[in-house]
């Protein structure tokens, strides 16, 4: 009977611990919610979208959280970076207007200002945490506008904590994104429009930015770490933008490479190629190369989660610096002094040519690179619009136009002074253009349309 008490009473103990720690968290998730939700900002920014071959404007939803007593928000640069108009709605279902302040669409960041001048009550403003204090298992809570559900929490854990993703991956806007971090990976629910919103850990603190939502897994969701978040925002806010070094090397994991190249583990970069006319070519680096030391110090990538720190330790370099890489080539050791370059903007202005039915953009180092052009003069056509003058002449996306009647355009600012000059002709246009290597004219009739409709 002794023996069947103690169990009971054993039984008993625990279930009250149990309920305990239960309650614990509960408070904890609680207390959590309540310090960053008053920093929850609803965004509705009206998005540009050029692809179409005309401009068009659309309303899209978003997250984001306030993070300086100023009414500076931090969200995601696809949720504002394209933004004409965005819309705020604040904890107290405010609605304020905002303003763009810049964004970096490599690491999917940008920061916008709530204009609070006819605000009637005060903000409250969310604290960073560290990312680097992040544990795989870490209770977290992921808060936004899932489907234009405002103000939503949902509960997870950190299912990793250094998720890499292939730079090759682009974002809703366009740009290439991730050559630059690591991801939070978390099962707590992320849906679209939780895109820019907080994710936060039970002391209260954001950990990260939230980013992508996977269409095609449950509880898959992904944050940008808060410290390369602080990185982000203290740039664009200290000097409008994050400026980055570039050399023109890509690289991919050694792994079980080590023992081909001869580095020994956990030793050497391994280039994987180069971008032509770029100050490693032009310093006679070679795909197959082993980058052993940038200045003296000893860099690695035997993982691809490694990747992103060696691409950093470039781009943190000021434009114009000269950097000594110690290379092994064929089992010898040399070492290339390469000049950095600025990386500058992935993707180039927009324009609409309204009159001729198309939309362009200038061309910038990194299209150049992606579209494989032979050099980064004339403007790319990002769009053509059904049924007008550039769709019936045979200009397609993609295309290049260097010459407008002949006359060569170097950029996106000569293309514009040039078609400001006709836009007011009825005769016919002749578009020079580049198609995978190929030259093509093109003839626009301006009359097209009006007939096209006429007829109709």
């Given at each position: 009977?002794?023996?069947?008490?103690?169990?009971?009473l054993a039984l008993a103990t625990f279930g009250a611990v149990g309920r305990a720690h239960s309650q614990t968290t509960q408070e904890l998730i609680y207390r959590a919610r309540d310090k960053v939700y008053p920093a929850l900002v609803h965004i509705q920014p009206v998005v540009k979208d050029y692809n179409t071959g005309e401009l068009k404007k659309q309303a899209v939803v978003g997250s984001g959280v306030i993070f300086h007593p100023d009414g500076y928000v931090v969200t995601n640069y696809h949720v504002a970076g394209k933004a004409a108009r965005i819309i705020c709605t604040l904890w107290d279902k405010e609605q304020v207007q905002a303003e763009y302040i810049g964004g970096d669409p490599p690491t999917d960041i940008a920061v916008i200002k709530l204009d609070l001048s006819n605000h009637p009550g005060e903000i409250a403003v969310a604290e960073f945490g560290n990312s680097a204090a992040v544990q795989t298992g870490e209770q977290v809570l992921a808060m936004g506008s899932?489907?234009?559900?405002?103000?939503?929490?949902?509960?997870g854990v950190v299912s990793t904590k250094d998720r890499y993703f292939s730079s090759d991956v682009r974002l809703p806007t366009g740009e290439r994104t991730g050559r630059y971090n690591l991801w939070i990976q978390t099962d707590a629910a992320i849906n679209p429009g939780n895109s820019g919103g907080p994710l936060v850990d039970l002391q209260g603190n954001v950990i990260g930015i939230n980013s992508r939502a996977t269409l095609f897994a449950n509880n898959i969701g992904f944050a940008i770490p808060i410290n390369i978040v602080k990185q982000v925002t203290d740039a664009i806010l200290t000097d409008g933008e994050v400026q980055r070094s570039w050399i023109g090397v890509h690289c991919q994991a050694l792994q079980e490479l080590e023992d081909f190249f001869g580095t020994g583990r956990n030793r050497g970069v391994l280039v994987s190629s180069i971008d032509p006319n770029?100050?490693?070519?032009e310093s006679f680096m070679k795909a197959g190369d082993i980058i052993l030391a940038i200045d003296d110090e000893p860099v690695s990538a035997r993982f691809l989660e490694e990747l992103p720190a060696f691409y950093n330790r470039i781009a943190s370099q000021p434009p114009g610096s000269d950097i000594r890489l110690t290379v092994l080539r064929d089992e010898e050791e040399y070492s290339f002094t390469v000049t950095t370059r600025e990386l500058g903007d992935l993707q180039g202005e927009d324009f609409e040519v309204t009159g001729w039915g198309f939309t362009v953009k200038g061309i910038t180092r990194q299209m150049q690179i992606d579209n494989q052009l032979r050099d980064s003069s004339g403007v790319f056509v990002t769009g053509v619009k059904r049924v007008g003058p550039a769709d019936v002449g045979g200009l397609r996306s993609g295309d290049v136009i260097s010459q407008v009647n002949k006359v060569p355009v170097t950029d996106l600012a000569d293309f514009i002074l040039r078609y400001n000059e006709l836009a007011d002709t009825q005769e016919k246009i002749l578009l020079t253009t580049r198609r995978g290597g190929a030259t093509r004219l093109v003839v626009l009739s301006l009359d097209t349309e009006e007939e096209v409709r006429t007829d109709g």
């Amino acid at each position: 009977m002794k023996r069947i008490l103690l169990v009971i009473l054993a039984l008993a103990t625990f279930g009250a611990v149990g309920r305990a720690h239960s309650q614990t968290t509960q408070e904890l998730i609680y207390r959590a919610r309540d310090k960053v939700y008053p920093a929850l900002v609803h965004i509705q920014p009206v998005v540009k979208d050029y692809n179409t071959g005309e401009l068009k404007k659309q309303a899209v939803v978003g997250s984001g959280v306030i993070f300086h007593p100023d009414g500076y928000v931090v969200t995601n640069y696809h949720v504002a970076g394209k933004a004409a108009r965005i819309i705020c709605t604040l904890w107290d279902k405010e609605q304020v207007q905002a303003e763009y302040i810049g964004g970096d669409p490599p690491t999917d960041i940008a920061v916008i200002k709530l204009d609070l001048s006819n605000h009637p009550g005060e903000i409250a403003v969310a604290e960073f945490g560290n990312s680097a204090a992040v544990q795989t298992g870490e209770q977290v809570l992921a808060m936004g506008s899932p489907l234009s559900l405002s103000r939503s929490v949902s509960a997870g854990v950190v299912s990793t904590k250094d998720r890499y993703f292939s730079s090759d991956v682009r974002l809703p806007t366009g740009e290439r994104t991730g050559r630059y971090n690591l991801w939070i990976q978390t099962d707590a629910a992320i849906n679209p429009g939780n895109s820019g919103g907080p994710l936060v850990d039970l002391q209260g603190n954001v950990i990260g930015i939230n980013s992508r939502a996977t269409l095609f897994a449950n509880n898959i969701g992904f944050a940008i770490p808060i410290n390369i978040v602080k990185q982000v925002t203290d740039a664009i806010l200290t000097d409008g933008e994050v400026q980055r070094s570039w050399i023109g090397v890509h690289c991919q994991a050694l792994q079980e490479l080590e023992d081909f190249f001869g580095t020994g583990r956990n030793r050497g970069v391994l280039v994987s190629s180069i971008d032509p006319n770029s100050p490693a070519e032009e310093s006679f680096m070679k795909a197959g190369d082993i980058i052993l030391a940038i200045d003296d110090e000893p860099v690695s990538a035997r993982f691809l989660e490694e990747l992103p720190a060696f691409y950093n330790r470039i781009a943190s370099q000021p434009p114009g610096s000269d950097i000594r890489l110690t290379v092994l080539r064929d089992e010898e050791e040399y070492s290339f002094t390469v000049t950095t370059r600025e990386l500058g903007d992935l993707q180039g202005e927009d324009f609409e040519v309204t009159g001729w039915g198309f939309t362009v953009k200038g061309i910038t180092r990194q299209m150049q690179i992606d579209n494989q052009l032979r050099d980064s003069s004339g403007v790319f056509v990002t769009g053509v619009k059904r049924v007008g003058p550039a769709d019936v002449g045979g200009l397609r996306s993609g295309d290049v136009i260097s010459q407008v009647n002949k006359v060569p355009v170097t950029d996106l600012a000569d293309f514009i002074l040039r078609y400001n000059e006709l836009a007011d002709t009825q005769e016919k246009i002749l578009l020079t253009t580049r198609r995978g290597g190929a030259t093509r004219l093109v003839v626009l009739s301006l009359d097209t349309e009006e007939e096209v409709r006429t007829d109709g």
